[in-house]
């Protein structure tokens, strides 16, 4: 998946498709690089137009995953980016990610590392986990 979303954005370099999955109505749209700037057809709203223009130079993606946990009454933390990490960057992203140890507790809600990876993206915990008593 993440070599697919990469190879994707090699070929984003010239006039492509792709449907908006901004709302249920599921635009099909064609953007085309045009004078510096990228023309888009096909979007019903302006929210698909950004959709579109963001996707095609600057595609991000959500991560979810889970990562060690230390002391807590669970062995994995659920978590996820607070915001979408560039596509290129997610393997190294994740690389940080599966290095984590966390001790709990954890809170829902808990930043767990700032700018993982580099990416500029926090990792957030999904989930609350208690420590165990010793």
Partial sequence: MIA???RLIKLRTREDELTCIVCPIGCRMRI???DGDLKVEGNRCKRGE?????EFSDPRRIVTATCA???GEARRLSVKSSSGVPVDQIPRF???????RIPAPVKSGDIIAENLGNSGVDLVSTMTVNAVAK
Avoid at 94 to 100: M, P, Q, S, T
Wanted: negative net charge; glycine residues 4%.
């Fill in 4 to 6: 697919e979303n990469q």
């Fill in 32 to 34: 085309t690089p045009e």
């Fill in 50 to 54: 950004i959709y579109a223009r963001e």
């Fill in 69 to 71: 946990l230390t002391g």
């Fill in 94 to 100: 994740l690389n940080a990610l599966y290095e984590l």
